[in-house]
């Protein structure tokens, strides 16, 4: 199943840990990373850690170290999560290989505001609703808010209006966040009580391939600061967060058309679509992630476990230039199995910059919280009452950003309720994870002293 290529695939990712579901899939496989994590040697690819000035793709690229190691290897393929114009102006001098989307093509239909025009001429069943600008914006209860300038993905920027506190704690993040940034264009759309969900795509030459639709795990204040915020994405549980038939068939209508649409413009490979839906089984899109999601690499390896192709494999050969024949409908069948596994992420929850100062390992462990063994991904699980802490676990005595990931947290079990509230077992799981991570805040003083920026 692996590619063969004449050369080497580079991940870039602020954790290693990140790019990590290929790793099997092509030959000469390693990651450039921006952080350094506990599970890294355990990864088994070789793993360069830079000194980035920022944690995103273009500043690693950037980063001395890890330009004299791609200097090393001969135009390597450069596998991202996502690329910018930044990003390309340095894959360009450098005379590297881009797999993924170029800015000028991917975009578009990243951007909030541009979506919604661009889903009316695909024909998508966009949600009613309206774009202005925030100074015209009244009060208004039963919308969703949606700042269009706000690019970051996950639910950032994003506001169910249901009350007047709802109403307040978004116009104050706007009066706050308005000082940092430009903040100028909001979609106003009717909420939808409803299943936050998404479901991923790829776009081949032989036709669009999707997966299933997934519940997504949103707003747990075990996880994250959520600050008034709404849809704050954390996870998925592919495991107790089934869909219908009739959803499966009504998601993949709308990502096909949008596919199809895409591929017009010259866009390939993989995208996500998040999705609501709704009591009667109505199946709507919010917004399209043009590039890879927080679904990977943990959904790679739920399909590998099921003896699917991945859609990993299909972005790869559709950027790495190797002639592949695609049999579309019988993957597509495949693809539809249903999926089993969840992933949740943990943060920073202290409000400042904290440092770690309790010790804890990467790895799987009991339910019980007690560690069994290394293992950093879901073919590592041996039953449901394992779970596996990994992605960028932090070492002891570093240094986290208010709301800066503490790690990913892998099960083969369901771990929310029918309300897509974490179960009590896995609040309290998360509680003692947390605690034993001893998150020390960090002085005003000891901050300026150490140049930790928050």
């Given at each position: 199943m692996k590619i063969q290529i004449?050369?080497?695939?580079?991940?870039?990712?602020?954790?290693?840990?990140?790019?990590?579901?290929?790793?099997?899939?092509?030959?000469?496989?390693?990651?450039?990373?921006?952080?350094?994590a506990q599970e890294n040697s355990q990864l088994g690819f070789p793993v360069i850690v830079g000194k980035p000035k920022k944690q995103n793709t273009s500043s690693i690229l950037r980063d001395p170290v890890v330009q004299k190691y791609l200097q090393l290897l001969n135009k390597p393929y450069i596998f991202v999560y996502k690329s910018t114009k930044q990003v390309e102006a340095t894959v360009d001098k450098l005379g590297l290989r881009l797999i993924g989307n170029r800015s000028g093509i991917r975009d578009a239909y990243e951007d909030k505001r541009q979506f919604r025009v661009i889903g009316k001429e695909a024909?998508?069943?966009?949600?009613?609703?309206?774009?202005?600008?925030?100074?015209?914006?009244?009060?208004?209860?039963?919308?969703?808010?949606?700042?269009?300038?706000?690019?970051?993905?996950?639910?950032?920027?994003?506001?169910?209006?249901k009350t007047k506190e709802d109403w307040d704690k978004f116009d104050e993040f706007v009066k706050r966040r308005g000082k940092q940034r430009q903040l100028e264009w909001v979609n106003v759309t009717r909420l939808i009580e409803g299943t936050a969900a998404s479901i991923t795509v790829c776009v081949t030459k032989y036709g669009v391939l999707t997966g299933v639709v997934q519940g997504q795990i949103i707003d747990q204040p075990e996880l994250a600061a959520l600050a008034g915020r709404s849809g704050v994405w954390l996870g998925h549980d592919w495991s107790g967060q089934g869909f219908s038939a009739l959803v499966q068939e009504r998601a993949e209508k709308i990502v096909i058309r949008l596919g199809e649409y895409m591929a017009k413009k010259g866009y390939r490979g993989i995208f996500g679509v998040d999705l609501v839906v709704d009591q009667d089984e109505g199946t709507w899109p919010i917004e399209c992630n043009s590039r890879y999601t927080g679904a990977f690499p943990t959904y790679t390896w739920a399909s590998i476990k099921n003896g699917e192709t991945p859609l990993d494999y299909w972005h790869l050969l559709e950027f790495m230039g190797v002639p592949y024949e695609l049999d579309i409908e019988k993957v597509q069948q495949q693809n539809r199995q249903p999926k089993s596994g969840a992933q949740i992420l943990m943060h920073n929850l202290e409000g400042t910059s904290a440092r770690v100062t309790g010790e804890i390992k990467a790895g799987v462990y009991s339910l019980k919280g007690e560690y069994v063994r290394q293992g950093w991904n879901l073919l590592h699980l041996q039953g449901e009452d394992e779970f596996v802490l990994t992605d960028g676990v932090p070492l002891q005595?570093?240094?986290?950003?208010?709301?800066?990931?503490?790690?990913?947290?892998?099960?083969?079990?369901a771990i929310v309720d029918e309300t897509g509230r974490l179960l009590p077992e896995i609040r309290d799981l998360v509680g003692n994870l947390y605690q034993r991570f001893n998150l020390q805040r960090i002085s005003k003083l000891e901050r300026l002293r150490e140049n930790i920026v928050e």
């Open positions: 004449d050369g080497s695939v580079v991940g870039v990712g602020v954790t290693a840990w990140a790019r990590s579901g290929i790793a099997g899939l092509v030959s000469n496989f390693s990651v450039v990373a921006g952080k350094a024909g998508l069943p966009m949600i009613e609703g309206e774009t202005i600008k925030i100074a015209d914006l009244k009060p208004r209860l039963g919308v969703v808010l949606q700042l269009t300038d706000y690019s970051r993905g996950g639910g950032v920027g994003t506001w169910f209006i005595g570093q240094a986290l950003k208010p709301a800066e990931r503490l790690g990913r947290l892998l099960f083969n079990r």
